[in-house]
């Protein structure tokens, strides 16, 4: 999903609105289009995928190492 402007959609998680897709810096629509901002945001993306990621292995029973 796009804005008005063709940027990505994300929730506040970077999210978008497909599950398990996820987007940061200057593809995502509200990003201040600075190097700093999408550092973080790409940061922040990859804790919250390592997240979804996670649930995704408890939902099949996956204990870790």
Known sequence: ETDKFV???TSGTMETS????FAAGDVRGGSTKQVASAVGEGATAALMIR????KQQGNRGYKGD
């Open 7 to 9: 940027f990505i959609t």
């Open 18 to 21: 497909l599950s398990g897709v």
């Open 51 to 54: 997240n979804y990621l996670e």
